[in-house]
């Protein structure tokens, strides 16, 4: 085969990966956005709070201490223990359920009715408002996050490979934990929101949000359900992009990563987010590949983005988002 | 009533911001917020514990006591604006805003405003051509000095000769990573090595295309200008694809312990270029951790001493502090203005003994700085991560860059600064 | 009792269809204005100039154009980093091609190209709608600022991507470039914001903001009564973009001085003008500038107060500034989703009553 062709493949190959983890945090926003028509920006922040209190859980931080030892001049850092990452991450997904509950009760609750912009502008000010507290909660100096996953290339696809083409793929290890994970959790939320009463309820809410209402389905419960649930999934998120680069504020960027994906997709669809996932992966590593070279490079940002805008231009809700009916 | 209390008290803070009247004022222009915090935070604490150090010590410069404000600017441009507008009422005597868009900012302000800017290793590298820009000062090296350092380490581990060898520089897509791009093309027709770009657009969280590429490539070294989680990330990955680990180097801001650190032992290696000492074994720590740290002084918690940035902010107070004391012997007066203050680090002097006295013996070249060159010597060392003792250290000594390429790039880039601003050559 | 529209009687057309028709809202204009151009410049000093006047001049005209676009014309934008990049390197483009030529027509050609790239990412808007629109002028945002950092051509070859303003004078005073004292700087941007908000509050209230307002009520029923959504879209985008090209001329030349396209005009500066916007108040012109003041004055106050006056630690300060900055916008929202413009307009309404409750 010639070299170009098997370059290529490898490219389409590691876009794919790639896709998958775009398509991890489109999903947070999916499935708020559908339970209460909130495009949650606050998303990426989420899942930089989320691998930040994993990782202070884990290593046995003081949270706040940087506060503390400011008013009481104290030099409290760490408590003298470390909890397993088992654990850590149960302990890490009861505060998010604890965020949920607290979102919802001080500001989703008082800002019922209000329209889509309104309650995106509040988002960002949640978002903020986390980063300024995630900062304050566990410092901002970078973390290493730590909870045992495989990294690194794959050596037995880079020699099948190799003997059967002549050329080693690259695959990162990480990368195809992060696809059996979102597999595995796909899954489980489509098991849930099918064979459980909690997940027919958020279904029923999605559908419509006054009948659902009127045949006595607590909307209040459905929002902390969904939120928790998102901030699970950001936790996963930041997992899997902090075993990267480390637990730091750059994570809160990735949401910047999984707008193409919801344009491509449709913000209401959990397909959409994971197709859409995939092809923005493929399309951006294919593009850099190919094109990147003969204009400067550095194109994923801006492609990711346009591919998505051109496939707007032909269906304007998504590929898979609900047909838009427009009445007079 | 409280809160006419309140607001009074809000608008007498906005109004006056507390004028420390006979001091000698080095402001920080900080970060320890946003994205690139992990390298703004040790820095700042470098700095400012150096000149506390001073202060306890040594009871001042020349008898003045030195005084740090802090101001946070988030590595954001218009924050930059307003700490400087904030701090210059102060009676600042320089600027070191390690930020080189902050720095392109405040070139022209400086010059007008008679206030010296340092720019240790970063900002606008022609700079170090004092005949064009009178205020601004970039010794002891700058971002090309540090593109030939790198290539000249390159060349002695591939045995003097670099022809049919390639090299990647892995670069930040911005005015900062683009720096190095004229030095090493220059470099690469007179060695005769081969030379690729990859850009990686900030933030630089997803950089899989580009190590793909650089896998595809095969290149022999690795040259890294990163800054923020670019750094991070592109160990990472380099560990990934398994791209040997001393074949890539990175300029000094792509060198810092929070760079290595979350890829474990994987990053083990890992060379860096600095211009200045590495790792706490030198007798200014312990004055540090004796007069400032363990005096409750310090201006973070003290665990960053020793640590490759916090280093550079210690060594960028030190060569300012003897500016300052150059200053006050020209003038011989210890009250000195920021005017005084250009003078002094003109005819700032670095010496093996100066150096060795202020218990930091080898920790930088010695050098003369001089109306022409405000660049300082352009030397600088490798050092080189061992992920097992977490530490970094020297590997080689402080070697020469190749001013031959450099000076007429120098000269061409701020000649054309100096055209588009009128600007007169001095020191003739 | 203090406000009030009695006795305040009209007798032609012309006087009840001016800018301010209640008289004490004229006064309070026109005392504002004679402060703004007769007093602030007197008493004005670099810090004031640098760190609140000049940004808050600046923004109030970008959010102005936003606010044209999204509260007027009803479609969402995150593409104003992105536009004002394009103002600022045209306007760089100009000065230095041709310097011979005044910088005010250099600023209002650049208002000017601004549009017309505007117009070009605003073609979309045609079809794609709501959240999905805002995310697609993201597009443009992120090629906007990768084609300036990428092509050397926009930054004149210079070796480092930066534009720096070369020195430019209105009437022999100095205007850019670092000489410049600090009333010139306040005044230009002051004549310019002037000028641009009397130029959008009669365009809002003429044919042209209406059919947007129509657009953005409900496009379909607009274009049943007549309203052509092509020319409605595309005069909102053109309009807004000239507004936001006009902010990141005087951004870069008047304020900055040097600036790079992906720190300068990156993704966070629109999110920042949509803040202003919305906080302010949509589809309101003192909205604008309510919002403007608002997230400039807000950070420059807590920063003070917190650093200066109560002397925290930098960093704290600087994470606290963030927590107070987003838990201000929540509780905005909650208490009044109608913004800050909202607010001025019950204010005025209590006043009007005062002291009686009814």
């Known amino acids: 085969m010639p070299e170009q062709l098997l370059f290529a493949m490898e490219v389409t190959l590691n876009g794919l990966m790639a896709g998958v983890l775009y398509a991890l945090v489109a999903l947070g926003f999916v499935l708020i956005f559908k339970a209460s028509g909130i495009f949650n920006y606050a998303q990426g922040v989420m899942a930089l709070f989320a691998a930040l209190t994993l990782v202070g859980i884990q290593q046995g931080q003081v949270p706040f201490a940087h506060l503390i030892n400011a008013i009481f001049g104290t030099e409290v850092h760490h408590f003298p223990w470390q909890v397993p990452s088992l654990i850590a991450i149960v302990l890490a997904a009861a505060v998010m359920v604890l965020f949920a509950y607290l979102v919802e009760k001080y500001i989703l609750q008082h800002l019922i009715g209000q329209p889509d912009i309104i309650l995106f502008m509040a988002t960002i000010g949640l978002a903020y408002f986390m980063e300024g507290f995630g900062d304050i909660m566990w410092g901002s100096d970078i973390k290493k996050l730590d909870v045992g996953l495989p990294q690194g290339m794959n050596m037995a696809i880079d020699e099948a490979t190799y003997n059967w083409l002549g050329y080693g793929f690259f695959i990162d290890n990480l990368d195809i934990v992060a696809t059996i994970v979102a597999a595995v959790l796909v899954t489980c939320l489509v098991i849930f929101s099918q064979y459980t009463k909690q997940g027919r309820a958020l279904r029923a809410v999605a559908d419509d949000h006054s009948a659902a209402l009127s045949v006595g389905i607590s909307l209040r419960f459905i929002w902390v359900l969904v939120w928790s649930i998102a901030g699970f999934v950001a936790l996963v998120a930041g997992i899997m992009w902090g075993a990267k680069s480390g637990v730091q504020f750059s994570l809160s960027l990735i949401a910047l990563k999984a707008l193409p994906v919801l344009m491509l997709g449709g913000f209401t669809s959990i397909p959409g987010a994971i197709i859409g996932g995939l092809i923005i992966g493929v399309g951006e590593q294919l593009f850099e590949f190919a094109i990147g070279p003969m204009i400067g490079g550095a194109t994923q940002n801006w492609f990711a983005y346009v591919l998505a805008l051109i496939f707007l231009i032909f269906r304007p809700q998504g590929l898979f988002g609900e047909k838009i009916i427009e009445r007079v | ?428 | 009792m203090f406000y009030r529209e009695a006795g305040d009687f009209k007798t032609s057309y012309r006087d009840d269809n001016q800018t301010f028709p209640i008289r004490l809202d004229r006064m309070g204009y026109y005392i504002l204005m004679f402060v703004a151009f007769l007093v602030v410049p007197f008493f004005i000093n670099d810090y004031w100039v640098n760190a609140v006047f000049v940004p808050f001049l600046i923004y109030a005209i970008a959010a102005l154009g936003l606010n044209i676009l999204t509260g007027y014309a009803g479609q969402v934008s995150l593409g104003t980093g992105g536009f004002m990049a394009v103002g600022a390197y045209a306007c760089y483009k100009l000065m230095t091609g041709f310097p011979e030529v005044s910088i005010v027509i250099h600023i209002l050609l650049a208002g000017g190209i601004t549009a017309v790239v505007g117009v070009a990412f605003g073609l979309p808007s045609l079809r794609i709608k709501g959240f999905y629109l805002a995310v697609a002028t993201l597009a443009a945002q992120f090629f906007l600022v990768w084609l300036f950092n990428k092509v050397p051509w926009f930054y004149n070859y210079s070796a480092s991507g930066q534009i720096t303003a070369p020195e430019r004078s209105v009437f022999g005073v100095m205007v850019t470039g670092p000489n410049t004292e600090a009333w010139a700087k306040y005044m230009i941007c002051l004549v310019f914001v002037v000028a641009l908000a009397w130029v959008a509050r009669n365009l809002t209230r003429g044919m042209m903001g209406r059919k947007w307002m129509g657009i953005r009520d409900m496009d379909i029923a607009a274009e049943i009564i007549g309203v052509n959504p092509l020319m409605a879209k595309m005069s909102a985008f053109a309009v807004s973009s000239f507004f936001v090209g006009i902010a990141g001329a005087l951004f870069f030349s008047v304020y900055l001085g040097a600036a790079e396209a992906s720190e300068a005009f990156g993704i966070n500066k629109s999110f920042l003008i949509l803040f202003m916007v919305i906080i302010g108040g949509l589809g309101s012109i003192f909205g604008s500038f309510a919002g403007a003041a608002f997230m400039v004055l807000m950070p420059v106050f807590l920063k003070n107060v917190l650093v200066g006056g109560l002397g925290w630690p930098t960093d704290l300060a600087a994470h606290f500034e963030f927590m107070i900055v987003g838990g201000l916008i929540v509780l905005f929202l909650i208490v009044e989703p109608h913004g800050l413009a909202q607010l001025w307009r019950l204010t005025k309404e209590k006043l009007r009553l005062w002291p009686f409750p009814h």
Request: negative net charge; hydrophobic residues 40%; aromatic residues 10%.
């Open chain 2, 1 to 428: 009533m409280k809160y006419t209390k309140l607001a009074a008290a809000s608008v007498t803070a906005l109004m006056v911001a507390t004028p420390v009247l006979a001091d000698l004022v080095f402001p920080s222009l900080s970060y320890r917020t946003g994205p690139y915090a992990a390298g703004g935070g040790p820095y700042a604490d470098g700095f400012a514990d150096y000149f506390t150090l001073v202060n306890e010590r040594d009871g001042g410069i020349g008898g003045v006591m030195a005084s740090v404000p802090e101001c946070e600017t988030a590595y954001n441009t218009e924050k930059g604006v307003e700490c400087y507008e904030a701090t210059k009422g102060l009676g600042a005597l320089a600027y070191n805003p390690l930020s080189t868009g902050i720095t392109y900012q405040l070139i022209p302000k400086v010059t007008a405003d008679d206030i010296p800017l340092y720019t240790p290793g970063y900002g606008r590298t022609s700079a170090a051509n004092g005949k064009v820009f009178s205020h601004v000062f970039n010794f002891p090296a700058n971002y090309w000095h540090g593109a030939s350092l790198a290539v000249n380490h390159l060349k002695d581990v591939s045995g003097g000769d670099l022809a049919d060898k390639k090299i990647v520089l892995l670069y930040h897509n911005s005015a900062y990573g683009k720096e190095p791009i004229r030095t090493l093309e220059d470099l690469s027709e007179k060695h005769g090595f081969e030379f690729l770009t990859v850009p990686v657009d900030h933030p630089g969280q997803e950089q899989k295309a580009q190590w793909l590429q650089i896998r595809r490539e095969r290149p022999d070294f690795v040259i890294m200008y990163g800054w923020g989680v670019m750094n991070q990330v592109a160990v990472q990955e380099a560990a990934n694809i398994r791209f040997p680990m001393e074949n890539m180097i990175g300029i000094w801001w792509s060198g810092g312990d929070h760079d290595v650190t979350p890829a474990g032992d994987a990053a083990n290696g890992y060379k860096a270029v600095s211009f200045h000492g590495v790792g706490s074994d030198y007798p200014v720590f312990d004055d540090i951790q004796k007069y400032v740290v363990d005096a409750g002084k310090a201006a973070g918690n003290g665990d960053h001493i020793g640590k490759a940035i916090y280093n550079r902010g210690v060594y960028a107070a030190m060569l300012l502090a003897e500016s300052a004391r150059t200053a006050q012997e020209i003038h011989d007066t210890a009250d000195i203005t920021s005017s005084m203050m250009r003078d002094g680090m003109e005819a700032l002097e670095i010496t093996e003994e100066r150096m060795a006295e202020l218990g930091m013996p080898g920790f930088g070249p010695a050098f003369k700085v001089s109306c022409e060159n405000h660049g300082g010597p352009g030397t600088g060392a490798i050092q080189q991560w061992d992920a097992a003792a977490g530490t970094w250290s020297l590997i080689t000594d402080y070697g020469p860059s190749d001013m031959e390429i450099i000076q007429p790039l120098i000269e061409e880039d701020s000649a054309a600064y100096a055209a588009e601003n009128k600007i007169e050559e001095r020191c003739n």
